[in-house]
């Protein structure tokens, strides 16, 4: 690791002034940074150009004097001439930390990119030698901390002596203050109300977080998806969320597939109810990570009810789930004006002759069907639904590996589905029945129906 040439501290300006000099958007982009603090902003410029108006400064439209600079905490200069000179030359007299815009030689501090949680920030400096880099890793850090940790921040401090007086033991200590800023929309009623319970019990609660991971890309995982791995004691997966999803929790976090998978012992539902129960009862955070959305086909509603039986918190975190990576893989409106009024998420798998009718009728009125679970017997599914009425023509795209890279489509009509030993390419499939699928973009897949779908 290299040695540092400046040593990033937070520098008290509340109560003082900051000085800039420049009239145009560069000491604009200086406001911009200084007026995020509750120092008074001075701006002194022969000829005002940017536009200061939407920030709390006083703007001075003058030449400099000597005395502007006398006790000022930092003075930045953002232009050239008479008094950035003058500036320069007083801020060295006095002593006063220094800031020459785009001149670093005559720097005595940079400004580091910020991620503004009030009172938490995260400053980011690469001593000017790449501020791309840093303003990519600030989007980085932007996106980890949610916007509410601020306040939970201020709460913590607020606290502090009250927790000091009702928690002795450190470690006890914090892990309340982990549970506290692992809910960034705490209030200061629930805060303390999560301090009378750790008091009570001595230890932190248990909570179980339902995420889904979406169709399996780990970009399409919502940020507080994210979030939540980061803090999660225990990662308990299913077999469809790739290792890449999972790999995104804590390094140290304890992985548990619960998945049916050659080699691996597979977990009844019951099974999973009690671990996640147990896991909890422990005070674990466990993040219970499911493919998609923990709601659709997830059998999120037996594990709800065993947690709220158990007594157990939990929370549940929406993800992308496949029929919508489907959609937008093969940019089809789903819903589509005049055509589709609606659409239906389905599981193809066990669906009885009854269910096949109710969902030909609603083709047949135009709503989109999106199967689940029916890849292997599509083909059956396909002949089924023309057998109780739906059109013979209806547009058919079929989505394997949804949302991953790997993606393979294919489209057909119903009766071609119906009649085809298709050979899907490996992977989980979402299956696309009704009249907006042919708005959709399937190119490539028409080839491929060609080739796979015999028609009959
Ligand atoms: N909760 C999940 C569904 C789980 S059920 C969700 O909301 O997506 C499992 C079924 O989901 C699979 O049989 C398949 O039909 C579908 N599926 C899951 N991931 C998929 C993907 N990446 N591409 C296509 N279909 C997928």
Redesign the pocket.
């Known amino acids: 690791m290299g040695l540092l040439n400046t040593f990033p501290l937070s520098f008290k300006v509340k109560g003082k002034r900051i000085i800039i000099v420049g009239g145009t958007d560069e000491a604009l982009n200086k406001v911009r940074l200084v007026s995020k603090t509750t120092a008074s902003v001075e701006i002194y410029a022969r000829q005002i150009e940017a536009d200061f108006s939407a920030f709390p400064v006083a703007v001075f439209e003058r030449a400099l004097r000597a005395e502007d600079v006398v006790g000022a905490a930092l003075v930045f200069v953002a232009e050239e001439g008479p008094d950035a000179e003058l500036a320069k030359a007083e801020a060295r007299r006095l002593g006063i930390p220094l800031n020459v815009v785009d001149v670093p030689a005559e720097c005595d501090f940079y400004t580091p990119s910020i991620v503004d949680r009030a009172p938490l920030t995260v400053a980011i400096s690469t001593e000017g030698d790449a501020p791309v880099l840093a303003r990519l890793v600030r989007a980085q850090i932007e996106a980890l901390l949610a916007p509410g940790i601020g306040k939970i921040a201020s709460l913590a401090g607020g606290l502090r002596h009250k927790v000091e007086n009702l928690i002795q033991d450190g470690a006890a200590r914090r892990r309340y203050y982990e549970d506290l800023v692992s809910r960034p929309d705490m209030d200061a009623g629930a805060a303390e109300a999560l301090l009378a319970q750790h008091a009570a019990d001595g230890s932190g609660q248990g909570v179980v977080w339902l995420i ?1 991971a979406g ?2 890309s780990e970009d399409l995982l919502t940020l507080r998806a994210q979030r939540l791995l980061q803090q999660a004691d225990v990662i308990v997966h ?1 077999q ?1 969320v790739p290792a890449a999803v999972v790999e995104m929790g804590r390094r140290d976090a304890e992985q548990i597939c619960v998945g049916k998978a050659r080699g691996h012992h597979s977990f009844s539902q019951a099974q999973i109810n009690t671990l996640i129960v147990r896991l909890a009862a422990e005070g674990k955070k466990v993040a219970r990570l ?9 059998r999120a509603g037996e594990e709800i009810a065993a947690l709220r039986k158990a007594g157990i918190a939990y929370q549940i975190v929406p ?5 919508l ?2 959609a937008a893989d093969s940019a089809t409106p789903v819903t589509l004006r005049k055509v589709s009024s609606g659409f239906v ?1 389905a ?1 193809a ?1 066990g669906a009885e002759d009854s269910d096949l009718m109710h969902w030909a009728a609603l083709s047949q009125s135009g709503l989109t069907l999106a ?5 292997a017997i599509a083909a059956d599914v396909a002949g089924r639904l023309v057998a109780h009425g739906a059109a013979p023509d209806l547009p058919v795209g079929i ?6 890279t790997n ?1 393979a489509l294919y489209a057909a009509t119903l009766w071609q589905l119906a009649g085809g030993a298709v050979v899907f390419a490996d ?5 696309l029945v009704g009249k907006a699928v042919a708005a959709g973009d399937w190119a490539g897949a028409a080839d491929a129906a060609a080739e796979q779908f015999k028609v009959a």
Do not use: E, Q
Not at 290 to 298: A, E, H, Q, R, T
Not at 371 to 375: C, D, E, F
Not at 427 to 431: D, K, Q, R, S
């Open positions: 889904g169709p399996g299913d469809l499911k493919s998609g959305d923990p709601m659709v086909f997830g993800g992308v789930s496949a029929a990576a489907a998420m599981t798998h199967l689940y679970m029916g890849k989505v394997v590996n949804a949302g991953r993606r992977g989980p499939a979402v299956i």
